[in-house]
């Protein structure tokens, strides 16, 4: 994402992360977590130099640098040297890019147009939707729905549990609006169909020809390294069927836990 969260200080920020959802490259999502990271570094630090250089190489790290640099060291210049070459490039690049950003005409830089709309509306939605759904129903390019809605991994809004936010282009909102309910009543049956194609794309078998590799309507211990994708496709069911069998909250796994599949 854009602010480099690791997985674990993006979870301690309250950014979802699991096999449907990376909130780390949700824009707002993530620049808000970051902001309140960066507080809490600058709050330890009373520095804003660095604060940034904890959030690039840590805080731990940093309190070890200024150790190594001596009771007087309180700058990051002062534990310049003992820092990684990332981390001593870090804060320069900062300061160039800040400079650049107000800067820029004078050495002939031209900005680019953005890639995607500057003027977007945010809906929540409470239905499982699958991104190219939206793209069709609305006749505008599904890599612009993705560009917009970066965090859904696998380009479905999975929001059986809780809402989802779903960025469009603000012209675009109205007339989401007015197809949505058409969208979700379509839905189910979108998802056998691509559920049935699944199972003729991995097992070269059509209808009721088909048959699982592994038993349905049987127990499944979680693995490490397992994720709810990978163990619906093994069993040839869906993400979704395996979370209601199970009343799972979320796509989060544990090592050890006991899964029901099938009916």
Not at 170 to 178: G, M, P, V, W
Not at 184 to 213: C, H, I, M, V, W
Request: aromatic share 12%.
């Amino acid at each position: 994402g854009l602010w480099q969260f690791t997985l674990v200080t993006g979870r301690y920020y309250g950014l979802e992360i699991s096999s449907m959802v990376d909130a780390r490259r949700d824009p707002v999502a993530s620049t808000q977590a970051a902001c309140r990271y960066l507080k809490d570094l600058y709050d330890m630090f009373d520095d804003w130099t660095l604060a940034l250089a904890s959030y690039n190489y840590g805080p731990g790290n940093v309190i070890k640098a200024l150790k190594r640099a001596g009771g007087k060291a309180s700058t990051y210049w002062d534990i310049y040297p003992y820092l990684p070459q990332a981390t001593r490039d870090y804060i320069p690049a900062l300061v160039a890019m800040t400079y650049l950003y107000h800067y820029y005409p004078d050495y002939g830089i031209t900005p680019n147009d953005p890639p995607i709309p500057l003027a977007t509306d945010t809906v929540m939605i409470d239905r499982h939707l699958h991104l190219d759904q939206v793209a069709e129903a609305l006749g505008i390019p599904e890599e612009m729905i993705r560009l917009l809605n970066p965090q859904y991994k696998q380009g479905i809004i999975p929001a059986t549990i809780k809402p989802y936010p779903l960025v469009l282009p603000q012209r675009e909102i109205s007339r989401f609006i007015d197809c949505q309910s058409a969208l979700f009543a379509r839905n189910d049956d979108s998802d056998e169909e691509r559920l049935n194609g699944q199972k003729q794309a991995e097992y070269g078998q059509t209808g009721e020809d088909y048959k699982p590799k592994e038993p349905v309507g049987t127990k499944y211990k979680v693995k490490k390294g397992d994720t709810l994708g990978a163990i619906a496709k093994r069993y040839g069911t869906t993400v979704k069927g395996i979370m209601r069998r199970n009343n799972l909250p979320d796509t989060r796994l544990r090592i050890g836990q006991i899964l029901y599949i099938g009916k």
